[in-house]
């Protein structure tokens, strides 16, 4: 019996061997690279296969993982190390990440790893000394003193010492008597196989380790039913001791002989027990395609070099659906993603990559899940509080529950750091391996499997389909409000979580010192001097705004603040003929996720535009904005026209949505790179030329609903001054060169208002400007324009001795502006709706409009590209002739660009506000409607320049 156990349990070690080795091992023309002991004993090689496996869990990258195979001899020295990673390393990391190990505990990769080292002892031992196996345990497999008598212990044969079952004999034949007149006497019940098999499901591959549960369960019952024996002599129980005590110690050494996982294999399982273990099982080859590229993962973290670059899946968390922390899995591996936003954020951080740093978790559960808190340690000088990470796992959807069960069952998360650089770039920081607290793991399982029995039940092998089902018909709701969050960034705080509690006013008094401090740092850029010192500050101010920012948002989830939510109000207060519409740049592919409103409810709708590849979009994009306008071989018309083209699939979705719902009202919020692009102006598939601000009767632009929403409900200011204009020539601005349109658009608009304040050169500068904007109810600038790579050094030209004091900056708006009166804000500049970066980076407040939007205006009209002096005082003169007729803001903005679009000016007389208009202009430039046909010729686009931005 014993050698048919011995054989059983050595056929499961070669199948598990081979197995490995198959599914893990390099390509057989590669085995050269080991030693001859690992090349010809394929318990070595699945050993080492697994090692690398278990280096991977502590995100140690692969050339690290090469030179720790060839620093111990379990791979040759003389092969480079950047063979062996690759060659070797990844093609293992690639397999586990979509399979796991491959046993059935596939999650398990440390227990698999001793596993097999303890196998490979034990076989070991069989043909060397135990000092020469020490050795080798502790030079080549690097294991822990602590470690080195358990893994000793194990041998080739457990079996050798096994017992005797007891129903059929023992050392003086007392013990198996006594069972058997139990069993006759119906005092003992036989233990079968398959009751062994129906409390250790596990062990039903390996009837060699079922026959040892079997044998210690009738020894367990035999001594369970001793006191039942009537008057036993002293004779028996010594007997029955003697026995006992003889079968036990041969027991004994069998157990120790076993391995860690064939013991746990035949401890009894609770019903939680099997029933998670079911669950893991169903979910394995459950992967995201985009965490199998070999750079999905971040290896250890390294301080002195912060430059590496972000995988795309973080980038698309993060740029795309506004994630800062976030919990996903890998394969094997729970995965965390962190981001820095700021220098004591990082800090934090990177304490946490210092050995033996204290950190501390914490849990709560929010009613349909559980928020686990990673808190981060302090660093030295910061005065707190400490950082905190929320991890928020649904409880309400399979995946989360699987993935918290699978956290419990591993204990430990994978924590990927990224940071803010620059303009909400993206760099890698590294990968920190964290280990579950003992006391969180049996919370976060006991929660887990309730999800899961409620949501899943019995079906356990439905998991997968139930995994990559659910949330389809969420999918919309989930994209449009992703889309929110992302591109609020830097104003949803300051507009959602308005109050009138001291926390917000602290967090809005943090946000204008921010913005105050990078206003002085755009104007010493701009005009050439030293920013280290400002940068100081810079950093400084930026830390108090965010810890502001993480009050105030910690108060609202309190409830003592009225915090913005992916809520239908927000839906709601756009009327039902409005639809919003957020172009996704999702996995290199366009995505619609548009939302609006019916009898008094939000719906979604998420439309995939997968015929439009971005491989060469961003570069089309690109290049067109490189272009000089005036290029005589009007490349930058054939650049604009062939992305509008690559847009019409787009506007073509769009229209369909129209059709069904009749919408009259379009707000678009595009991502880069469409945001620089004139998308109302895109084509549409029909027999004439048709485009996206034919179909509605108002197309308008907006960063988010919430912003939209936001300033519709944001409270009125009255307005001392109808109109105001703040006219600049560039005159005497270093650097500029004297235009003569602004000047022009002003006169023009003095005439057409009864009511009109004009700030014209020397008296247009940004201090006089901003104080005058504050009392108005339209703003009209007439000035240069200018883009800075720095957007918070973006701005308009006014007057001052120097570009910086003549400029009146994106970060000098948001410091000091307040526009509660103004309804309408004309930017009648180059550029002034652009900016100038095309890559894509955090989704923060990028353009000179949004700062507008931000302190309080309704709406912005800008420009996407540079305007003629003739295009702004034409456009400015019909727009400012529909505002003194008392067309509402949009309406005159619509009329205006349709007349530019028409060439209207061509038609002859005209009535109502255009006569005036034109009559206006007549006075002022006799050839006006000559040179414009000219340049409609130049450029047909022209009207797409202007668009509008804010609540319809």
Known sequence: ???????????????LTAQVCHELGPAPGRYDMFPSWVADEPLALAALLARIAVEDIRGSSPQAISDHLRSTALVDAGVPGPVVAEDLVMPVLRTIRKRGVPWQRWWDVAGFHVLLIELWAGRRLSTQSAETVREELTSVWCLRAQDLETVLSNAADPYASLPPDLLHGSATGRASASLQALVSGGGVKITRTEDVLRARPGLTDRPDLAEVAKRLHRRNDLESALDRIRNPS?????????????????????????????LALMGSETGDDRYAEECLVAGRYFYKAPLLADDALLWESK???????????????IVTCGTRFFHTQAGPHPVWLATAETDAHLAAMQALMEPGARHGFGIEDYGDGLRIWLVFPTPPGDPGPPMRAPYIYSLAWVEHAWELLHLATVGYARLSVVRFVGDGELRAVGSIWLALPEELRPLCKEAAIAALRRLVGDETQTIKQMMAGEGVDQAATVAFWSCETAKGEDIQDELALASDTAEYRHFMSAARRLAGVRARQASYLLDGEDVREVNVELKTAAEERQRAREILRATANRGQVRAGSSSEADMLLLGEQTVFVHLINRYGALQLAAGRTRAGRAHFELVSCEEISLGHFPEVVSEWAKQPQDDPGRMWYHFLGQALAECTELAEAIAEMMARHDFRRL????????ELLPFHAATLHAPRTVTLSDLFDHVAYAPTARLATAIKRSQRQPAAVEVLVVAHSGDGVPGFESIGGPLCEADLIADLHDHAEVLAQDEATPDRALEAMARARVVHVASHGLTHLNRWAAGLVLQGSSLGSATLTTSRILAEGAFGSVDLVVLNACRTGMHEGTGRTVQTLRSLESAFLARGAKAVVSTLWEITDLQGVVFSAVLHAYLGAGVDPHTAFTDTTRYLRAGQWQWGIQGGPLLSAESAIDSVLPDWRSRLDQQAVENPLFWAAFKITGAV
């Not at 019996?1 to 199948?15: A, E, G, H, K, P």
């Not at 707000?667 to 469409?674: C, V």
């Open 667 to 674: 707000m678009l919020s595009p991502a880069a790179p469409l």
């Open 234 to 262: 002293p004779e028996l129980l010594a007997g029955l001791r003697e026995d006992l005590d003889a079968w036990d110690a041969q027991m004994g050494r069998v157990m120790s002989h076993l391995t860690a996982y064939e």
């Open 1 to 15: 019996m014993r050698d048919s156990l011995f054989r059983i349990r050595t056929t499961w070690v070669d199948s």
């Open 303 to 317: 301080a002195s070099d912060l430059s590496a670059s972000v995988p795309d899946w973080m980038i698309e968390e």
